[in-house]
């Protein structure tokens, strides 16, 4: 319904306001790299848009130039805005232009060490943070002989995160040279206990990244193993691209691996992640799914690090450029008949435009009136502290259960 729709577009921008308000107004002589035409990386402010909006780039300032600059904080447009800037003078970083001069990369020497998870480096002197290799270039590398050799790379500016601002998108001649070598060598083969996540993929935490799974050639039975139950396998992948297929597998007996929660979602299966909370890093470290980005707004939720294990909802998103694994919810999610959900959502995207012609009813017809009832009650939602308490705490997919909940006792407490 379009009341859906109103009420998550009116939450976000009511959040977006609060955050912005815990902003300093204005920063001074901070340093930063101009990573493009008009936007600038600050590893004091990693997750903040910092723009050129106003101030003339001179000719003199390249990208991957090293500044100081001051700015002021725009609620409106929610980034820092730059009103003057100077040259640093340490060295620049070195550019090269991407996708036929569209994009301009930063090359950088990036480090993998053992503590972790498999697809993130350190970059030199931690100047650009973590580097997320989204593609998978260094695979081939990473999983042959000397994984924690410096490596130079060229990355792109991905978005404001606390946890990897830059991706991989180019390696180096030399590290290229490395890639292939093993690339048309045959790989090592992977033993290792694999957690199920459905659609017969298999996650491996020391090989986080790496795509495992089953396919026609693999042992019988694995299509009736349930997501969230631990497998001990033997992955094979000869020469090319990584992509392992399992050749032998069995339950496991590992004592020290308990069965992991796991919920069906409209997103897929969501699984239950223990791990540490990184402030620094905005992010839940688990041992099994790695990093798990926090946003802004659900930080104040984490427990700290010092004082115990935070326990989050994951699922996987193979779009998130940040990580394998995104926060799904907080707590438990509600079970979903996938099947029938599937069918569901057929069934209205092909009723939608006769919905929409034929139906004049509340909600449904989009209004346009300053007396319209779906804006009065928006504003009823925001002017109900107890339902702006919630929407800070819960998640998007409880967002409408909980509005619901507390505007039927509205009244008893009014």
């Known amino acids: 319904m379009h009341i859906v729709a109103d009420v998550e577009s009116v939450v976000m921008r009511h959040l977006n306001r609060l955050t912005s308000r815990c902003m300093a107004r204005f920063i001074y002589d901070v340093q930063g790299v101009l990573v493009s035409e008009r936007n600038i990386y600050s590893s004091d402010y990693p997750d903040v ?24 904080y725009s609620i409106p447009l929610r980034l820092y805005v730059v009103r003057s800037y100077r040259l640093s003078k340490k060295k620049s970083l070195t550019t090269k232009p991407f996708e036929f001069g569209s994009l301009f990369l930063l090359e950088v020497h990036a480090k993998w060490e053992p ?9 030199k ?11 998978g270039l260094l695979l081939p590398i990473l999983l042959g002989k000397n994984p924690y050799a410096p490596v130079c790379v060229y990355v ?8 990897s601002r830059f991706a991989i998108k180019d390696l180096s001649g030399m590290t290229t040279t490395k890639a292939n070598a093993v690339i048309n060598n045959s790989y090592a083969e992977l033993s290792d206990d694999g957690l199920i996540l459905g659609d017969g993929s298999v996650l491996a935490s020391h090989y986080l ?13 694995w299509d009736k193993l349930v997501p969230g139950t631990w497998v001990k396998f033997a992955a094979r992948n000869s020469t090319g691209i990584p992509d392992f297929k399992i050749n032998s597998w069995n ?8 069965q992991i929660r796991a919920v ?4 897929g299966y969501a699984f239950e992640a223990r ?14 799914f790695g990093f798990i980005e926090i946003p802004r707004e659900k930080r104040s939720l984490m427990i700290p690090k010092d004082k115990g294990v935070t326990i989050v909802w994951v699922r996987e998103d193979k779009r998130n450029e940040k990580a394998r694994f995104v926060l799904h919810s907080i707590d438990a999610p509600q079970i979903v008949d996938i099947k029938k959900d599937m069918e569901k959502k057929s069934s209205h995207a092909l009723m939608s435009n006769v919905k929409q012609c034929c139906t004049v009813k509340k909600f449904i017809v989009p209004c346009k009136g300053t007396e319209c009832e779906g804006k009065q009650l928006l504003q009823r939602c925001l002017n109900n502290r107890a339902i702006v308490n919630s929407l800070m705490q819960v998640s998007a997919d409880e967002l409408v259960t909980a509005i619901v909940k507390l505007l039927t006792t509205e009244k008893s407490e009014g």
């Open 115 to 123: 503590d972790l998870p498999m697809g993130y480096l350190w970059s």
């Open 251 to 258: 339950s496991s007996n590992n004592p020290h691996l308990m």
């Open 49 to 72: 848009k910092i723009a050129l909006a106003y101030v003339k780039r001179e000719r003199h300032t390249p990208f991957g130039s090293r500044i100081y600059f001051n700015a002021f």
């Open 275 to 288: 791990g540490y909370f990184d402030q620094e890093l905005s992010a839940v470290k688990s041992t099994i």
């Open 209 to 221: 990244c790496l795509k495992i799974r089953f396919d026609s050639s693999s042992p019988k039975g």
């Open 125 to 135: 002197d931690k100047d650009l943070g973590l580097i997320h290799d989204v593609d």
């Open 156 to 163: 792109a500016d991905t978005g404001p995160s606390r946890l």
């Open 264 to 267: 069906p979602t409209c997103s």
